[in-house]
């Protein structure tokens, strides 16, 4: 199992343990996180998954491909920790990862 | 022998299973007047479902029938374009109101810096800031309605609400607001069938709408801003300096983007509750299922049945070879009716795991800015509507709707109801 870290947009922290492999959406949705809707499945194809990785996690994960970085620069409120949730497998290398979910996506 | 105990397959009853393959022609209006498209569909989907019809009233083009094959062509915009000198995003080649730049039929890198511009205005947090309002307005509207008498839903509450919420949206002149309404039908009507007469025609009607709009701007520019859409796009640096066309073009975008869609959602669910009475009974027994109906509603309804990239280089899709130049039609009303992806596609179910799962709003880049804004509209709607009357069955549909003739916009032009005390 490996452990993931929300940090919800009002201050709210909350621990959730998923199975490797898993992807970072899969584990909010699953969890009923607020704020993370994965609407497309998992396809990389509408950025309802965005999230913002803490800064020591950032590079440890693989590089965003084009399809993800097209999306990621019509999301709202970009930042330097900005990822799709859904492209990000978790694995043991992660397990302890933070990330913060925003208000709400669309 | 009794008719009834031969064992006819299903599919050689349906008239779209009589015609050779080579002659389906799904965009022919008259199946979306008549709800006879499905059988095509099923077909296409089972036996073809990347389809090339040579002979259309819209020239010919292919047919991308299946969820999967509907989601590769909307992630590679560099092979299936939008822009609207190459034809557009509709099966009809794009015509000249609609020439306005409009990011919706444009390609990156121009999409991207006209999308950005305008998304922060359907954002969450300004949403929340609208919610208050609509939800009163909405109120307002049902509560005027002819309970016990037959109405026509369509005018009395899909219009009404959608045109009341545009002029929301805009902080619009009130006693000017079915203006919006106007301009919008304008904007997408096809020449000669009663609204426009021709392109000139259609054009002088978009120069009244740009110079209303205008004037709202300059009041707007120089007052305080606020949280509607026109005083935003004037005091929010990316928009500021836009030019007059494309001012034109992003108001007339958010016009037509939520006018139809969000219409015949309004119309779709009390028609998809009505044919689904155990659903309805689920619903008035549990209001909390409104938040994955919503969702629901919109996949069961389609409102856009499809969107039209047109080929930027030879490709191949689902086997077949897509050239250069070549119209290719994403049937979102197949897709979200394609066995493969959801499961139990024909029945219309409120409380599915993955709701939003489906093809209504795109997927990709052009995925609809407005999505969460339209189910903000549709949820306050069906809340309102339970609060007062909350009896299965209590809004109930009389006779058969009238449908709008077109591969397009799957909407009504009229539904008939009554509302029992
Ligand atoms: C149930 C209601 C609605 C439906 C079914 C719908 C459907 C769609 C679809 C299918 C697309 C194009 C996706 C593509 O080309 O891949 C789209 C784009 C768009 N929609 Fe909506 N829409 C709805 C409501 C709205 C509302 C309320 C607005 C107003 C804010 C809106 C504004 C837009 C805009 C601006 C685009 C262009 C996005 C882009 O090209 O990047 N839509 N919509
Ligand atoms: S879930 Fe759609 S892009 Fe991640």
Known sequence: MIKVTFIEHNGTVRSVEVADGTSLMEAAVGNLIPGIDGDCGGCCACATCHLFIEPEWLDKLVPAEDMEKSLLELAECVGPGSRLGCQIKLSQSLDGIVARTPLGQH | ?421
């Open chain 2, 1 to 421: 022998m009794n008719a009834a105990y031969t064992a006819v397959p299903q599919e050689q009853k349906n008239p779209a299973y009589a015609i050779p393959l080579e002659d389906i022609d799904v965009s022919d209006p008259e199946l979306y007047r008549s709800n006879t498209m499905w059988g095509y569909f099923e077909r296409l989907r089972r036996e073809d479902p990347v389809h090339y019809c040579a002979k259309s009233l819209f020239g010919p083009y292919w047919s991308v029938t299946k969820y999967k094959d509907i989601m590769q062509v909307e992630t590679l915009p560099g092979i299936y374009s939008s822009d609207s000198r190459r034809g557009g995003v509709t099966i009809l080649d794009s015509n000249t109101a609609v020439q306005l730049p409009m990011f919706i039929q444009m390609d990156p890198p121009q999409h991207d810096e006209h999308r950005k511009a305008v998304s922060p205005i359907v954002a969450p947090e300004n949403l929340a800031r609208m919610e208050g309002i609509i939800r009163r307005r909405t109120g307002e509207a049902l509560d005027s309605l002819p309970v016990g008498r037959e109405f026509n839903w369509v005018d009395k509450v899909s219009i009404n609400l959608t045109t009341q919420m545009l002029a929301t949206l805009f902080d619009f002149p009130w006693e000017d607001r079915s203006k919006l309404t106007y301009w919008s039908d304008a904007t997408v009507a096809l020449p000669g069938e009663g609204l426009v007469d021709s392109e000139e025609h259609r054009m002088q009607i978009m120069g009244e709408c740009a110079a209303y709009m205008t004037r709202l701007w300059n009041e707007r520019v120089n007052a305080e801003p606020r949280s509607d859409l026109i005083s935003m796009m004037a005091h929010d640096a990316r928009t500021r300096n836009m030019t007059p066309e494309e001012f034109l073009g992003n108001v007339l975008l958010l016009i037509v983007g939520g006018n139809d869609t969000t219409r015949s959602s309004m119309t779709g669910g009390v028609l998809a509750l009505n044919e689904n009475p155990e659903q309805y009974a689920k619903l008035c027994a549990n209001p909390a299922l409104v938040a994955s109906m919503i969702p629901e509603i919109v996949r069961w309804q389609t409102p856009l049945s499809h969107m039209r990239r047109t080929a930027t280089e030879d490709t191949v899709l689902g086997g077949k070879n897509i050239r250069k130049g070549d119209k290719v039609v994403m049937w979102y009303v197949s897709g979200n009716r394609d066995e493969e992806a959801i499961e139990n596609p024909n029945n219309f179910i409120i409380d599915r795991a993955r709701p939003r799962q489906h093809l209504s709003f795109g997927f990709g880049i052009h995925r609809c800015v407005g999505n969460r804004l339209a189910e903000m509209q549709i949820r306050i709607l069906w809340e309102e509507v339970l609060k007062r009357w909350p009896k299965p069955g209590q809004i109930k549909v009389i006779g058969a709707p009238e449908r709008v003739a077109s591969p397009f916009i799957k909407g009504y032009e009229s539904m008939q109801v009554r509302i029992d005390a």
